[in-house]
């Protein structure tokens, strides 16, 4: 089992594509080609946990915080960040990382929150925009089917609960081909009528190159002409946040106490109780300050984040109570979505949590 394996599954579930512009997601130190001995997850990379992965033989170590996010110009080892550097290396150890990726897919930081809280019918409280494309080609008509194929086989024609999307249409292409062509159809130098399927199916943007390559791939002209329309549709399965409703609704003071033994917390900063049921919750993993006025707009009770700022308590208006539960306290969870995405590729990998506790932040009781 190569390294590289496992990152490759961890792209499937959160492309890199995803990852926000002042990110750094992917593999950060080390070579994904060696062979995985075995992995540690964690929410961030200490000198701790780059040791812990040495006692426990791990040469992999997959984080959610970065370890890297500005540019290295020497490694000398005058901070942490350097340390680890020299450390990964010298015992041959790779870095790798899920950041902003995973807080931005369908069953990503946000959703895993969701259902440590038991939320039902959940879905992505702020959907993306622009990141969905159409493709349209024009194929013969006995092999419209093949293409048709191999453009779902590579990930085009899925809109929400459907698969396999497309739309078809009867069309006639024409064509003349000099004498240096190869034509599947029609003869040298004779203008040629050839009835033809226009297909034309929906796809997420970062699988442009595999749906490029899958039409060059199957179409049976030499010449093969399709067309990429960037789409402005929200794409239901890409955004930041989740959003949905508790089974049976409870007090405020209730939910608050509810949450605070869920994740574990030591204090909870909240706005002004509004003495209204918690029914519908929205949430986000880390810092979600930009998506309160999104949590009003689909009619929250409540949104639950981390890292506000005083001014972001008072856009509440008295329309929903927001609470701050701690950075690391709401994507501590993290850890889980990776050994399940593991689990379910290499089901016989050894992958071991971080025992580490990696929260700076300390509460004074």
Known sequence: MKIIEICKALEE????????????????????????????????????????AINKKCNLIISHHPLIFHPIKS??????????????????????????????????????????????NVSILSEAQGELMKVVTYVPKNEAEQVRQALFNAGAGCIGNYDKCSSNANTDGTFRANDKAHPFVGNLGEY???????????????????????????????????????????YKKV??????????????????????????????????????PIKKVALCGGSGSFLISAAKSVGADIFITGDLKYPNFFEAENRLLIADIGHFESEQFTKEIFFEIIRKKIPNFVVYFSEVNTNPIKYYK
């Open 75 to 120: 490694l000398t080892g005058k901070n942490m960040v350097e340390r680890c550097v020299i450390k990964a290396i010298a015992n041959n150890i790779t870095i790798y990382s899920c950041h902003t990726n995973i807080d931005s897919v369908e069953g990503g930081v946000s959703f895993k929150m969701a259902e440590k809280i038991g939320l039902e």
């Open 13 to 52: 579930f959160a492309p890199l594509h995803y990852q926000e512009s002042y990110d750094n997601a992917g593999v950060q130190v080390g070579n994904p080609n060696n062979e995985a001995t075995a992995v540690l997850l964690c929410i961030d990379i200490t000198e701790e946990v780059v040791n812990e």
């Open 192 to 234: 040629h009528i050839e009835p033809e399927i226009r297909i034309e199916t929906i796809f997420p943007a970062h699988l442009k190159s595999n749906i490029e390559k899958a039409i060059c791939k199957s179409h049976p002209y030499e010449e093969p002409a399709y067309d990429f329309y960037k789409l402005e549709n929200s």
């Open 239 to 276: 955004g930041f946040g989740a959003v949905g409703t508790l089974k049976n609704e409870m007090k405020e003071v209730d939910f608050l106490g509810f949450l605070q033994k869920k994740f574990q917390v030591d204090t909870i900063r909240h706005t002004n109780l509004l003495n209204k």
